[in-house]
């Protein structure tokens, strides 16, 4: 990563620390003030609608959130690792598999007017920027052909261009061939002639259009701070929801036994499974209390034996009567 790059990570990850701060706060005076309102009876009308209708489009309404939040993050998470795994294959090219990259530039996207050897010949294989391309392993040097695009190598920055021209060896380069490149968008050549040592790959025409903007993104630091953020909030949302239905069920029990606009036989099977199984959470919660004083009493009684036998004198019984 070169400085640049390292200072954005940086500084992304300092805007990551103060936006996660500050939604936490957010969150957490929100769910304060929700919990408050509850608690308080300024929802009570909305809380036995919910429980005492039939609760039909209450269940459908959040299984349809839980759907669309699973999708949403599992779309956000395949294109994450699929801009990973572009990014990490850049450079690894194989006899089989090709290679995706993202176009970065505009200069294949048209044909300019200068450029009279593409109409002549027919070449439509253009690509725009922010496309997705698939690029195969470098043929041998002579098998390289005139008009063909490759992907070369040059100052640490790989372009994509076509070869214009073909210098074989001759008395200025005597031991090797000079390809002359040029982007379809521009009216000249490239600067310098590029060796086939400076070339990576081949382009063959196959291309996906637009999605290497998402790849790009999320390739950046700004992507990995929003991979981040979805993160925190898939983490957060079941546990906000979680406190504030706590708080709502509370609030409902305590209406059933002191509010006489509670009918108990309005109740549907849904709200009655829920009182039934909060009823047998008390229940084991009662017998796990119940099973840990039994175990310490026990303990107890097997401290007294290990002292009425460690003591043939009766100390420890004249001190019990004491």
Known sequence: MSQYEIYVLILCLIVFTVLTVLLGIMLGVIVKQTIRAINAGLEDDKIKKEYLGSGVGTKFSGVLNFIISVIFCAVVLAFFVFSMYTNYTEDKL???????????????????????????????????????????????????????????????????????????????????????????????????????KQMKAI???????????????????????????????????????????????????AALTTDADVDQQQLSGSELKILANDVNDKRKQIALAREEMLKKYEEIRSLEKQLNESDPEGFYEDFKRK
């Open 94 to 196: 194989t006899d089989n598999m090709p290679t995706l990259r993202v176009v970065n530039s505009g200069s294949m996207a048209e044909k300019h007017e200068r450029n009279t050897y593409l109409t002549q010949n027919n070449l439509n294989d253009q690509f725009q920027t922010f496309d997705l391309i698939l690029t195969y392993k470098l043929p041998d040097e002579f098998d390289l052909q005139l008009y063909d695009i490759v992907v070369y190598e040059v100052d640490d920055v790989l372009i994509v261009h076509r070869i214009v021209r073909i210098e074989e060896p001759n008395a200025e380069h005597p031991d090797c061939r000079h390809f002359v490149l040029q982007g379809d968008a521009v009216p000249t050549h490239d600067r310098v002639p590029v060796l086939y």
């Open 203 to 253: 382009y063959r025409g196959e291309r996906i259009p637009y999605v290497g903007s998402f790849v790009a993104f999320l390739q950046s630091p700004a992507g990995w701070l929003c991979i981040l953020l979805i993160v925190v909030y898939t983490i957060a949302t079941p546990i906000i929801e979680s406190k504030v239905k706590k708080a709502k069920r509370q609030r409902f029990y």
